[in-house]
């Protein structure tokens, strides 16, 4: 069982940075795949970003590629998406989640889920 707290959303301008952070409980964090993902009001959730279990390997959106950044920190239990240059398209609530896959791309394939966090960006 792996349980799942983000933290780290709010009011930004249009330019400015956000860093979302996900602290994860369980001793089995490290053997996980973890994602962050958004949902907008009336749209799907769609992935942001995933990485491995061992921080080796990463995928990103093709919206947010060279603007932000995941990463972890298996000692800390913590994964980390910063968001640099926001517009006002990546205001969505904002998920992390876990798998115990390789590097998985769709929620579907993620087995755990927090509670999200709200990102709200203005032009």
């Known amino acids: 069982q792996v349980q799942l707290v983000e933290s780290g959303g709010g009011l930004v301008q249009a330019g400015g940075s956000l860093r979302l952070s996900c602290a994860a409980s369980g001793r089995t964090f490290s053997s996980y795949a973890m994602g962050w993902f958004r949902q907008a009001p009336g749209k799907e959730r769609d992935i942001v970003a995933a990485i491995r279990w061992s921080g080796s390997d990463t995928y990103y959106a093709n919206s947010v590629k060279g603007r932000f950044t995941i990463s972890r920190d298996n000692a800390k239990n913590t994964v980390y998406l910063q968001m640099n240059s926001l517009e006002p398209e990546d205001t969505a609530v904002y998920y992390c989640?876990?798998?115990?896959?390789?590097?998985?791309?769709?929620?579907?394939?993620?087995?755990?889920w927090g509670q999200g966090t709200q990102v709200t960006v203005s032009s």
């Open positions: 989640a876990a798998a115990y896959r390789v590097l998985p791309r769709t929620p579907g394939e993620y087995t755990y």
